[in-house]
């Protein structure tokens, strides 16, 4: 039995009402809490885990996941070996990055309520360490707020679909550097058309509005942001997608042809179908 094994706990609750604790909770990921027994996620993060160049084996590594939300890449570090896993969110949404249009206003309002009920004090995240007897040691911190004085550094660093939401990427991507002492992946949300028509040319469309998102880069945009973060790319995956989970709002495909006019529309009923485009590197600090 090795030394992880020792620190698992067996779900004592049957199938049934494990399922039924689970469905009573929000989840952005879908996440296996025991066979058969799958978190209804906004998003499927399940299939990526095949695309994303994890470290096979993280045996004896520190490692840190930011933005874990329900916990999905923090739990997955942990099953491949890790001696610790750290995961850092920001509970409270109205501590977020988000543009300060997006939240003005009874529509914005209401949009930062749900999202603060659907995190619920990451109650979902709670679960789900419980569940799977998981070590993962969660902490209430920003990207920008990392300091290897506070934190220390890292072995391995995860970071996945944040930097859209972040007013300065490259400032956070700046900050997992000074605690980054082996190797980062980072695998982000990308715009799909420039990452196919402009393959060599780093473009990023800035969004900051009435949306979450301020920069959209495409894939040469994005790869862009880790290396003027002081970064050297050491691997590199090609376009793929999140499927939306279980969750997800899911409009019909009749009323989504309709936005085939316009390329944010195409873009949409490519969510739609097949997810959300993503790209992902792995990589070290330079210097
Ligand atoms: C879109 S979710 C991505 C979840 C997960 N990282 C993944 O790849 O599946 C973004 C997460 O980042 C968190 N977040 C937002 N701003 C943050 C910040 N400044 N520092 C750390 N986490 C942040 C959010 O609370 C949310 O849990």
Redesign the pocket.
Known sequence: MTSRETTMTQPTLSTTDLDARARELSW??SLELAPGVVTPGF?D?RPTVAKVPLPADLTGKRCL?????DG??AFEMERRGAASVTA???EDPTR??WPPQSTFGPAGQARLGYLREF?SGAASFAFAKETLGSSVKRLD????DLDPAVHGTFDFVF????LL??RDPVL?LDRVRGVCGGEAVF?ESIELIPSLTHPRTAVARLEGLDESWWWQPNAAGFRRMVRSAGFEIIDRTGIYFLPLGEAHPKPPLHTAWRSLGSARGRERIVTRVKGIPHTAVRARPLG
Do not use: M, N, R
Request: with cysteine; glycine share 6%.
């Open positions: 952005y990921h998003f993060t996941d930011v933005g874990t939300w999905f890449w850092i969110d920001i977020w990055d995190k911190c920003s990207v920008y970071l996945g679909s944040l939401h972040l956070a695998a």
